[in-house]
T-cell receptor
Framework: DAGITQSPRHKVTETGTPVTLRCHQT?????MYWYRQDPGHGLRLIHY???????DKGEVSDGYSVSRSKTEDFLLTLESATSSQTSVYFC??????????????FGPGTRLTVL | LAKTTQPISMDSYEGQEVNITCSHN???????ITWYQQFPSQGPRFIIQ???TKVTNEVASLFIPADRKSSTLSLPRVSLSDTAVYYC??????????????FGQGTTLQVKP
């Protein structure tokens, strides 16, 4: 399995509090992604990074920010958590340079509950 | 980004071959077709990828017609452990600097004894 971890694995927080989720990789892969998964919606891309300090928005980026100061770490921040952000969050990594490969490796997920 | 359409759910029985078809009418010239599998409480896992014709690995086969507007994932002789959600995606991670793929809702495959 690809070396990718997420922390925390579970978190319960209250509306209005800031929350930061961490994704850490040991594979030195260029691309990193944050997805959320909700019943009936499948996986939806929040933000992604194509290099250190290079990030871009996905399809559901409102209310989220990200930072990538090192190759191995990609942080997802909810500045002021809302109940609609209760979800399972997955981090993924992928490697460029492999001919046409769209293979992403996913972390174990973080279950976030906002009360 | 190309949109994909696949059935929401499918049922099968152990030992049968399962074919899941995905439509992607506006696939771009440089897009690849990729399939992922997801078990409950786990992240998705890459199964197979192709550009045209047929690709086969130890897990599945992928059939892509000449016009590339659809693709079919074939799972030979499924078992109960193949019960999962299967996602079809089109795109190319290296396309420009976007590097992103879009997952749809996927197809929930239920394999029965």
């Amino acid at each position: 399995d690809a070396g990718i971890t997420q922390s925390p694995r579970h978190k319960v927080t209250e509306t209005g509090t800031p929350v930061t989720l961490r994704c850490h990789q040991t594979e030195n892969h260029r691309y990193m992604y944050w997805y959320r998964q909700d019943p009936g919606h499948g996986l939806r891309l929040i933000h992604y990074s194509y290099g250190v300090k290079d990030t871009d928005k996905g399809e559901v980026s409102d209310g989220y920010s990200v930072s990538r100061s090192k190759t191995e770490d990609f942080l997802l921040t909810l500045e002021s958590a809302t109940s609609s952000q209760t979800s399972v969050y997955f981090c993924a990594i992928s490697e460029s340079g492999r001919g046409g490969s769209n293979e992403q490796f996913f972390g174990p997920g973080t279950r976030l509950t906002v009360l | 980004l190309a949109k994909t359409t696949q059935p929401i759910s499918m049922d099968s029985y152990e030992g049968q071959e399962v074919n899941i078809t995905c439509s992607h009418n506006n696939i771009a010239t440089n897009d690849y077709i990729t399939w992922y599998q997801q078990f409950p409480s786990q992240g998705p896992r890459f199964i197979i990828q192709g550009y045209k014709t047929k690709v086969t690995n130890e897990v599945a086969s992928l059939f892509i017609p000449a016009d590339r507007k659809s693709s079919t994932l074939s799972l030979p002789r499924v078992s109960l452990s193949d019960t999962a959600v299967y996602y079809c995606l089109v795109g190319d991670i290296r396309s420009g600097n976007t590097g992103k793929l879009i997952f749809g809702q996927g197809t929930t495959l239920q394999v029965k004894p």
